[in-house]
């Protein structure tokens, strides 16, 4: 817990150290130019003043107001040049009024309006007179010029309270001074430094860019003038300590000894800094762990935490550093508010060091950086957007379509943002509205109306009660959904009849299974009981037991087939697939039965192409399938019928065909389908020796490889198809 104290002190110390080093870099960047003077009489503020002075001091002593009160064509012109265009600025005076008098109309006071209307008028009618009459004109631009020399006056006035000077004139000799005395002797020993605060050599040319580079806009050119002054300005250690600029020198002075201390002791505070940083780096103090828990964050997201924090904090330490030279100007309030400043400095400046070298840390490994800014908020966001936008032209239809509307719409919008600034375009906007505002919104409705109704049939579809279609109209996305919706309403139909079939099946299943495996065990197991008899003869036991032998072999293939058509219903059984020659697997499945087919009085016709045909197949799975439809065949062919076995390409080449075609000893009952269920045969079967799998299984091996197996019945003609892919080359 002390640690933990310990390593929050540090880091507080640690960041305020931080904050009073760059204070002090601001205070040298914002004021180290302004007070590297010895004081405020050099500075260029003060300069200013002497040039400005210089500037009104002659002009005041070389311009005849008198000949400037005649007023040129070209004075005229450009006086009214200022207002521009006559109907132009009546417009603009009529239209700022006109709010103003529409406001007070509906006021008790009339008296109110009546004075902005003259108000008005008058303006109306001061300019009609600048741009019809050149006598009222001129008398306009005298009363500038005189208002513009009462100004000087002014001004040298102020100037010449401050200044003591003395100058002389370089062409006739004349002086100019505002000291009692103007002989040279006298003004050499009265301008001394031990008299003066400030004194220095000065020179005014008539046309020194110095004296003219002044912000007045009355300003008066001295182009025409060739002379010029020479002698001293100087400020007499005689003024008041009241004088503004005695005051702004003591001013100037105090905010230079604070800017000077408070930057030498920035120095102080970043060796400080630097030394508690270097422990607190060598220490760690649960930086570490800081550093993993802000490295989850996505990298933008930190670069903007880092930038606001930053920000805050540069906000807070410009603050204190503007305020910070005038501490002593008024101590109390600006010596709070700077260190109110600061100290709110100190925790967002902490912040951003520490995020600086995280964020260091991670731009420095480039590769890891690259995978950060992958995984930044704003890609995820613009990935998002763009997915988004590629799934809503998925279908390129609907896309178009919302767009489209979506444009219409702020098309229309933007039309009443337009009328709202301009109503004369009523008439276009309302022929707009009619042609495309209106039926769009009729459109927009039906197409609402067409999905509420959607929706419902969906909350209906999804209890599985919808009985009829939903109607499709138009070419809009929903009528593709609509009729989409119906084709799941035919499958789910379907899919219920389907169901009370395999219910149906899975009784017959288990009543069939527990028929054809109870047969054979009751039988082994009553003549298991007879073999328990004493006074059997040799030649009873040696037939019991051949029944019970039989009986057993035929429950472990009932057994046997069960679990293989099980395995291969549930997918886990593994093809090893080669390439097989289809004719010679029929002829060698043939040549297995060769014996049971001389036997029988069956015909077999075989027909088979003279080339290979080859699949990529499992043989001895296929084989299997073989086996059993030719088992099938002999245990359920008509005695003395024909057998027709055949094997053939597609006419595209890509698909083989082997057929099995026999005609039925038991009458067929036309479900043909029904003929591939678990233990299915047909019902005047039931008492043969098969499994009723034989089907089951050969259609799961033919479906595992991606082929189909289909039965045909005619009467009792029965025919089956196995369909395979070829082998490609």
């Not at 150290?17 to 601001?26: A, D, K």
């Not at 009160?69 to 521009?84: K, L, S, V």
């Not at 309006?113 to 004109?137: A, C, P, Q, T």
């Amino acid at each position: 817990m002390a640690t933990k104290w310990k390593s929050r002190f540090l880091m507080l110390l640690w960041s305020t150290f931080l904050t009073i080093g760059l204070t002090g870099i601001c205070v040298l960047l914002l004021y180290g130019k302004d007070y590297i003077y010895p004081n405020y009489f050099h500075t260029p503020k003060f300069q200013n003043e002497i040039n400005e002075f210089s500037y009104l001091l002659y002009i005041s002593n070389n311009l005849d107001w008198e000949s400037t009160m005649t007023i040129t064509n070209q004075e005229i012109e450009e006086f009214r040049n200022r207002y521009g265009n006559l109907d132009n600025e009546v417009k603009k005076i009529q239209t700022q009024y006109k709010n103003r008098i529409k406001s007070v109309q509906n006021t008790i006071n009339q008296d109110t309006e009546n004075i902005i209307k003259s108000e008005r008028d008058d303006r109306i009618e001061d300019l009609s007179k600048i741009f019809s009459s050149d006598d009222y004109v001129q008398e306009k631009i005298i009363q500038e010029k005189e208002e513009r020399y009462k100004e000087y006056q002014r001004n040298l006035e102020n100037y010449d309270r401050k200044f003591k000077y003395y100058f002389r004139n370089s062409q006739t000799g004349e002086i100019y001074t505002n000291l009692s005395y103007s002989d040279s002797p006298t003004v050499e020993n009265y301008l001394k430094n031990d008299n003066m605060i400030y004194i220095t050599d000065y020179i005014v040319y008539g046309d020194d860019p110095s004296i003219f580079n002044l912000s007045n806009k009355n300003k008066i050119s001295l182009d025409s003038y060739d002379s010029w002054y020479e002698g001293k300005i100087g400020i007499p250690k005689s003024l008041p300590s009241y004088s503004p600029i005695i005051r702004d020198n003591k001013e100037y002075m105090k905010s230079q000894v604070v800017v000077w201390l408070f930057v030498l002791l920035s120095i102080v505070a970043s060796i400080f800094c630097y030394n508690i940083g270097k422990k607190i780096k060598r220490n760690s103090f649960g930086s570490e762990k800081a550093a993993i828990f802000y490295n989850r964050i996505p990298i933008d997201i930190r670069s903007g935490i880092f930038i606001i924090t930053g920000t805050v904090g540069g906000v807070f330490l410009v603050i204190g550093t503007r305020q910070l030279p005038y501490i002593l100007q008024n101590s109390s309030f600006q010596g709070k508010s700077t260190l109110v400043a600061l100290g709110l400095a100190v925790l967002p400046v902490g912040l951003t060091a520490v995020q600086g070298e995280f964020l260091f840390r991670e731009i420095s490994e480039w590769e890891n950086f690259k995978i950060k800014i992958k995984d930044s908020f704003l890609n995820r966001k613009v990935q998002q957007v763009r997915n988004n936008f590629q799934d809503a032209f998925l279908n390129r239809r609907s896309g178009t379509q919302l767009f489209l509307i979506l444009g219409l719409i702020f098309f229309l919008g933007a039309g009443l943002i337009t009328l709202y600034i301009h109503p004369i375009a009523f008439l276009i906007y309302a022929f707009i509205l009619v042609i495309i505002g209106f039926p769009l919104v009729t459109v927009l409705v039906k197409k609402v109306g067409y999905f509420n109704y959607i929706l419902e049939a969906t909350n209906t579809l999804s209890v599985g009660t919808l009985d009829s279609d939903i109607p499709v109209n138009g070419k809009f996305v929903l009528s593709t959904i609509a009729s989409n919706l119906n084709s799941i309403n035919q499958k789910v139909k379907t899919t219920q009849s389907e169901q009370v079939k395999s219910e149906r099946l899975k009784t017959e299943l288990i009543t069939n299974v527990s028929h054809d495996l109870r047969t054979p065990l009751t039988s082994i197991i009553t003549y298991t009981d007879l073999l328990k008899q004493r006074n059997l003869s040799v030649k009873e036991r040696e037939h019991y037991l051949y029944i019970i032998d039989q009986k057993s072999k035929r429950l472990k293939v009932l057994i046997d087939d069960l679990f293989e058509v099980s395995k291969m219903a549930s997918g886990n059984i593994k093809l090893i697939l080669a390439k097989v020659d289809l004719v010679q697997l029929l002829q060698q499945a043939l040549g297995e039965y060769n014996d049971k087919i001389k036997e029988s009085s069956l015909l077999f016709r075989v027909s088979k192409p003279e080339k290979p045909i080859y699949a990529s197949v499992d043989g001895q799975k296929l084989w299997r399938v073989f086996e059993n439809l030719i088992g099938n065949i002999l245990k359920y062919s008509l005695d003395n019928s024909r057998v027709y076995i055949s094997v053939c390409k597609s006419e595209a080449g890509n698909e083989g065909f082997i057929t099995f075609k026999n005609v039925s000893k038991y009458e067929l009952n036309g479900n043909h389908e029904e003929l591939f269920e678990r233990f299915k045969r047909g019902d005047m079967s039931r008492h043969t020796e098969g499994s009723g799998l034989g089907l089951a299984i050969a259609k799961s091996i033919v479906d595992l490889h991606d082929g189909s197996l289909e039965i045909e019945t005619d009467g009792d003609l029965f025919k089956v198809t196995v369909i395979l892919k070829l082998y490609e080359v």
